[in-house]
């Protein structure tokens, strides 16, 4: 039997503080949706952190060996597709004012176009196709 998950009592007061009190009830009454996305933005964050580390030791790897195998090259030129995907995201959010805004539609807008802006581990699985 599937244990029914509760919601996280997630404390909002200082949303309700600074006025923003429409926000702080949208939050508590999609609390379990907000849990889960932070939990998946997290594990994201943490995975896409593990493979950048492995990035970097595959480079150094072939810096003093002048040698990687095909699955370490593989694992690189993901990596690398990531991190671009990462500071396209990311370079506009911290330069542009209200970028915060747009970001969402951005990614929109490039998924109907076909494109993903997404980094693999974002997406729940590691893309195979590259």
Not at 51 to 64: N, V, W
Not at 100 to 119: C, D, H, Q, R, S
Request: aromatic share 10%.
């Amino acid at each position: 039997m599937k244990e029914k998950k509760q919601p996280l009592n997630i404390d909002v007061s200082i949303f309700e503080k600074n006025g923003k009190s429409e926000f702080a009830q949208l939050i508590k009454k999609n609390s379990l949706k907000t849990s889960k996305a932070l939990n998946d933005f997290f594990v994201g964050v943490k995975n896409e952190a593990i493979d950048t580390k492995e990035a970097s030791r595959i480079i150094y790897k072939f810096i003093l060996e002048q040698n990687i195998t095909k699955e370490e090259e593989r694992h690189l030129k993901i990596q690398v597709y990531d991190l671009f995907k990462i500071l396209g995201i990311g370079v506009p959010f911290m330069l542009i004012p209200g970028a915060t805004l747009l970001i969402p539609f951005i990614l929109k807008v490039a998924e109907k176009k076909g494109m993903n802006l997404y980094p693999s581990n974002f997406k729940g699985k590691k893309n195979k196709n590259i």
